[in-house]
């Protein structure tokens, strides 16, 4: 069977009206600028204590090892006091100050050791 005239017309009307909105027009503005590409003290940062969380919580992706986590050597050497500590905290204290805890570590350390990034042979710096 075929839909009535009236209808097709009308969802045509806004499906076409639903397309132009999604352009942008003067109305939209400039496009957005991307974002500076994360420096290594950051990128160490997210990447170990994203991976000292999982660990903690017992994340699903809690049992990779360091080269699947995307670690270099140095992070990994990190990463492993900062859990070994962060499970005392743990234990003394709860989760949820284990993970404030390691968080701020992790910051510390990364910054410390420049992005911990030294001793990987197949690092290369964010472009």
């Known amino acids: ?34 974002p500076e590409p994360a420096s290594p003290v950051q990128l160490c940062t997210k990447l170990i204590s994203y991976w000292a969380e999982q660990d903690l919580t017992g994340g699903k992706w809690a049992g990779l090892d360091w080269e699947q986590k995307g670690l270099s050597n140095e992070q990994y050497e990190l990463y492993s006091d900062i859990v070994q500590a962060a499970r005392a905290e743990q234990r003394q204290h709860g989760t949820d100050a284990a993970l404030t805890w390691l968080r701020r570590r992790s ?3 990364c910054k410390a050791t420049n992005g911990a990034t030294g001793s990987s042979e197949n690092w290369r710096p964010p472009t």
């Open 1 to 34: 069977m075929r839909a009535p005239l009236r209808g097709r017309t009308a969802c045509a009307s806004l499906l076409t009206a639903a397309l132009l909105s999604g352009c942008g027009g003067s109305a939209a503005g400039p496009a957005p600028q991307s």
């Open 107 to 109: 910051a510390e350390r």
